[in-house]
T-cell receptor, first 113, second 111 residues
Framework: SAVISQKPSRDICQRGTSLTIQCQVD?????MFWYRQQPGQSLTLIAT?????????ESGFVIDKFPISRPNLTFSTLTVSNMSPEDSSIYLC??????????FGQGTRLTVV | SQQGEEDPQALSIQEGENATMNCSYK?????LQWYRQNSGRGLVHLIL?????REKHSGRLRVTLDTSKKSSSLLITASRAADTASYFC???????????FGTGTRLKVLA
């Protein structure tokens, strides 16, 4: 199993600003995943973060808007840039997957005003 | 696009009753998982069922998988107020470690 610490747990931000979300895992993992959950919706994968290489983004998500860092095997950050109210969502990081269960952080509830 | 579609979207039952949620998906999978989310927080893994399995149990949970119909169901027996949450199915994207989440079922158990 893996324990994931994600912070901040919530934030209220002004439009046009940026927020960086941190995700710390208690063990070394190859891949980390970032999801967005818009209000009342399901989870949508934003990108996959591999250590030592650029993140791989899903359709509809771009690096300029959601830059990701992965400096080592236990840590990753997701930045939500130039925020607008449409970015108000819960952002979750995750590890694991494939043939095993995935583990999630507690999420960051972002409100953009 | 989301691969899993779940129904019902919302379900309200009395404590002690059983709750059944269904998940349908579109492409071949290696496994399917069910997760619970309380009040928009992080997801808690409930159960994983592989494509060569038909049924799995864990406590009050029973999951079935029908790969011919590309569907799965989650049964929660003898529900409790603490089971109130959103439930999501997730299917793996073949050949990758990525998961596609269903639309979710919001379950409310009334005491």
């Amino acid at each position: 199993s893996a324990v994931i610490s994600q912070k901040p747990s919530r934030d209220i931000c002004q439009r046009g600003t940026s927020l960086t979300i941190q995700c710390q895992v208690d063990s070394q993992v190859t891949m980390m995943f970032w999801y967005r959950q818009q209000p009342g919706q399901s989870l949508t994968l934003i990108a996959t973060a591999n250590q030592g290489s650029e993140a791989t983004y899903e359709s509809g998500f771009v690096i300029d808007k959601f830059p990701i860092s992965r400096p080592n095997l236990t840590f990753s950050t997701l930045t939500v840039s130039n925020m607008s109210p449409e970015d108000s969502s819960i952002y979750l990081c995750s590890v694991g997957g494939g043939s095993t269960e995935a583990f999630f952080g507690q999420g960051t509830r972002l409100t953009v005003v | 696009s989301q691969q899993g579609e779940e129904d019902p979207q919302a379900l309200s039952i009395q404590e002690g009753e059983n709750a059944t949620m269904n998940c349908s998906y579109k492409t071949s999978i290696n496994n399917l998982q069910w997760y619970r989310q309380n009040s928009g927080r992080g997801l808690v893994h409930l159960i994983l069922i592989r494509s060569n399995e038909r049924e799995k149990h864990s406590g009050r949970l029973r999951v079935t998988l029908d790969t011919s119909k590309k569907s799965s169901s989650l049964l929660i027996t003898a529900s409790r107020a603490a089971d109130t949450a959103s439930y999501f199915c997730a299917t793996d994207r073949s050949g990758t470690y990525k998961y596609i989440f269903g639309t979710g079922t919001r379950l409310k158990v009334l005491a």
